[in-house]
């Protein structure tokens, strides 16, 4: 252990979080304090996500002992990529553990740190570091002058604030800008093809439009030619704001939703994400979609929900019933969004009761907790609250899609109850962000509140 390498101190939140973490310090050593050890034998029981990454965690570690040989673990263990993982670059630097005991008192965090301290003392001429997800514990470690950091490997991006919108606004002479254009009518619709300029960095499936008097919305359907070549075909949106032209009965209020509503109700997009603070209609509109498509021209099974099942206040403790009944208290939002939907205005109580039979037979509200091992057919899937899965979940969940299946995450960002979770390493956040480049998935940040005066005001003054 020499050099001007550094050694990084993981804590256990960073191996439950993310597994792989070991590998991906690059050149640099990774050390494991003894109490780390002993917190992941206590998290490895259960089914749940924690505890399947702790498993994970300690099958890697004894991998890497087997391979480094009973001598190696003195000086440290080779970290050799595991198969299967793919990791940008490879780990080269080594695995230490914590051989002296240490004196910290009770608390695992204070033995973590007393550990961190003995490792400094040990190494005086390299810089240590120690690497977790607790504040707390990083506020502790400045205190006793320890260089302490968060995991960030998995973030999706450095500022929030650089996150792919899904629309752009075009400008005034952008006609003028493309003579070259061709237009032409094909099935009732109207599509243009132009060469892209330079400062045009569009991607599949991003809304354009332009504002003012001549109030254009366009769709880039695909780009295709190298990079000094480009050429964009674009088509004119359907415009849903008008009642004659609402899906299952719910107009565009405004023009993210409007957008919102072509992409949902577009059978080439397959993934459709949608981030937007409370009542900007994100669920009531993937919702109208979802039972068009499927009621109306029949084009999926049924509607599948499902949503991580984080609670914002005391747990509510065991419930008892089938899954869909467990889940029941989870739905409020889908309950209240199909009390919209299902309001025929003629056949009184009995013809409400009629439409709610017949749409709940055709949504299905599913646990997150049984997904694995599933494979969706030709359903529609609502990912709600999508904001408070890791990017593994994220993974876990879109990888289910089977043949004529469309997935649609739902989220606000600002309201992330999952610890150790945040606005960039959300794994909604990074489905918008990995997604953009592709050809059949689409996403549209909605801006306005349209749940009612009230709420509206409430948003800005509370």
């Not at 899954?323 to 025929?344: I, R």
Request: net charge negative.
């Amino acid at each position: 252990m020499t050099g001007s390498k550094r050694i990084y101190a993981l804590d256990t939140n960073v191996l439950l979080h993310d597994p792989t973490s070991l590998f991906r310090f690059e050149e640099h050593d990774v050390f494991i304090p003894m109490t780390v050890l002993e917190e992941l034998d206590d998290k490895k029981k259960g089914g749940s996500e924690v505890s399947r990454n702790g498993r994970q965690v300690s099958r890697f570690l004894n991998e890497l002992i087997e391979r480094g040989g009973g001598d190696g673990i003195r000086n440290g263990v080779e970290l050799i990529n595991p198969q299967g993982i793919k990791l940008n670059r490879g780990a080269v630097g080594r695995l230490f553990f914590q051989q002296r005991t240490g004196h910290g008192n009770g608390k695992a965090d204070n033995q973590i740190l007393a550990a961190v301290i003995d490792l400094r003392d040990q190494f005086p001429d390299r810089p240590v570091i120690l690497v977790s997800k607790d504040i707390n514990l990083r506020i502790k470690a400045s205190i006793y002058g320890i260089t302490a950091e968060d995991y960030e490997n998995d973030r999706a991006l450095d500022d929030f604030a650089l996150l792919f919108t899904g629309s752009d606004a075009l400008p005034e002479d952008f006609w003028t800008r493309h003579p070259e254009l061709r237009s032409w009518n094909e099935r009732g619709r109207t599509f243009y093809e132009m060469d892209m300029h330079e400062d045009e960095n569009w991607y599949a499936n991003e809304c354009l439009y332009m504002p003012g008097e001549n109030d254009v919305e366009l769709r880039v359907l695909e780009i295709r030619g190298d990079e000094d070549n480009r050429k964009a075909k674009l088509v004119l949106l359907d415009d849903h704001t008008h009642a004659s032209h609402g899906v299952w009965g719910i107009a565009a209020r405004n023009r993210e939703q409007n957008f919102a509503m072509n992409l949902l109700m577009d059978p080439d997009v397959d993934f459709v994400t949608l981030l937007g603070t409370a009542g900007t209609g994100k669920t009531l509109l993937a919702l109208a979609a979802g039972l068009a498509q499927v009621m109306d021209q029949q084009r999926y099974r049924e509607i599948i929900m499902t949503r991580a099942t984080v609670s914002v206040g005391e747990d509510i403790g065991f419930l008892p019933g089938t899954e869909e009944e467990k889940m029941t208290p989870w739905m409020g939002a889908l309950t209240d969004n199909l009390e919209v939907l299902a309001n025929p205005e003629e056949g009184g109580s009995w013809g409400r009761q009629a439409t709610n039979d017949l749409l709940a037979s055709r949504v299905k509200i599913r646990s997150l907790n049984f997904m694995r091992g599933r494979t969706f057919l030709s359903r529609y899937l609502i990912i709600d609250e999508a904001q408070n899965l890791t990017p593994k979940q994220m993974k876990t969940l879109i990888t289910r899609a089977g043949p004529g299946t469309k997935i649609v995450c739902l989220g606000n960002v600002e309201q992330i109850d999952t610890p150790y979770l945040t606005e960039t390493t959300s794994g909604l956040t990074y489905a918008v962000d990995r997604f953009k480049m592709w050809a059949h998935s689409g996403h549209i940040t909605l801006k306005r509140g349209e749940r009612s005066r009230l709420a509206d005001f409430a948003s800005e003054a509370l």
